[in-house]
């Protein structure tokens, strides 16, 4: 097989065996930072003996099996140095045993590792660096160029995370009951903020990162597997089917931004637009209020639902907003609302609502808010205020495509 296409076929299983291999070696070992190590260990064992042998039939199981020969080899070695000095500890021991007589078990040791990487001690960007890098399987140099950042910001940000794990010696098990709930909210907020940004990037000269998108969307379909009976984990899923549907016709021909009002819903991904709206019906037949992820899946799917643009429900996407707003206390859902409001109202409704959140202090850099009322102060016939606004709401954003359409948008109106 040449170079080229061993690494490729490498990647591959790299890709799908990854978590699985990180998280079961972190329960052996009890050691983010040593399990990373030693999986990366396999990887390169498997790049220096696969082009002579070949790809193995059950290439995970390969990798796991070498992984495990080096954990045991690492922890006799450290045995052997701390009995040299009369303090061998016996959780060396109990490990070397628990690694030779070790049973997988795949679905408990993601979890465990997702709820790791998400550890309370880490500050938001460590937990979506740490999953990119642990649950992901990504490089450090892929995890830069997807955050528009150097390597060494990214290393330097995962050396922190673990030494941050280390110092507070967190649990490699589950958390314990009572702080379940809070821990799994962690984990769907980091899967949330990945899929939004690679869904509309921040900063840029792209709108989209799909690679963010799928890695988010591939981990939330894991997480609904392993906790199948939260309505939230369902409801996320459900969001992230959706909302991606619609990649290929968010931007035009040269990379810039589609409406959605705009975009050609015959090229949608129905396959998946079928798969969210199963699972957000399964996220709403646990009988439980909905949370804020099932809420706005269920926004999400009135335009899903909705042949043409013409069609949309816009009262019941008003409502589920408010429902939202009650739940999160969000001023971002509000200027929804008000975008809602607009549509099966008229324009003069939203912008009234959309006024009242001027002095919010979290919208004061918001760059949708002066978009927002752009557009509607347009559609009232007030174009001088529009042009305005939505100059001010190119000068606010850090994405390229979204400040070219702003500019357009506010050098096309008439006088």
Known sequence: MPDHDLHRSVEAVWRVESTRLVAALVRI??????????????????????????????PGAWLMAVAKRRAVDTFRRRERQ???????????????????SSIDHVEDDVLRLMFICCHPTLSSDARITLTLRLLAGLTTKEIARSFLTSEATIGARITRAKKALAAVDAPMEEPAEDERAERLSAVL????????????????????????????????????????????????VALMEIQSSRTATRTDGAGAPVLLLDQ???????????????????????????????????????????????????????ELYESLAVLSGSA?????????????????????????????????????????????????????????ELERAASLTQNERERDLLLRRAAEMPD
Request: hydrophobic share 45%; proline share 6%; aromatic share 4%.
């Open 82 to 100: 701390e009995r040299a000095y009369g303090e061998v500890e016996q959780r060396h021991v109990d490990v070397v045993a628990g690694i030779e």
């Open 189 to 236: 907020g980091v899967l949330y903020l990945l899929f939004n940004e690679g869904y509309s990037a921040t900063t840029g000269d792209d709108l989209l990162r799909p690679g963010l998108c799928d890695e988010a969307l591939r981990l939330g379909r894991i997480l609904a597997t392993l906790a199948p009976a939260e309505p939230e984990v369902h409801g996320l």
């Open 264 to 318: 050609d819903r015959s090229r949608w991904d129905h396959p998946r637009i079928r798969r969210g709206l199963a699972a957000l019906e399964l996220a709403r037949s646990l009988g439980r209020p909905p949370g804020p992820y099932v809420l706005q899946a269920g926004i999400a799917a009135c335009h899903a639902r909705a042949r043409t643009a013409e069609e949309t429900d816009w009262s019941r996407i008003a």
């Open 29 to 58: 070992t009890r050691d983010v930072g040593l399990a990373e190590d030693l999986a990366q260990d396999a990887l390169e064992a498997a790049l220096a003996q696969w082009p002579e042998s070949g790809v193995p039939d059950k």
């Open 332 to 388: 971002v859902v509000e200027l929804n609302r008000a975008v809602a409001l607009s549509m099966s109202e008229g324009p003069a409704v939203g912008l009234a609502l959309a006024d009242q959140l001027l002095d919010v202090p979290a919208l004061e850099e918001y760059h949708l808010l002066p978009s927002v009322r752009g557009d509607l102060l347009a559609k009232l016939g007030r174009t001088a205020e529009a042009r305005a």
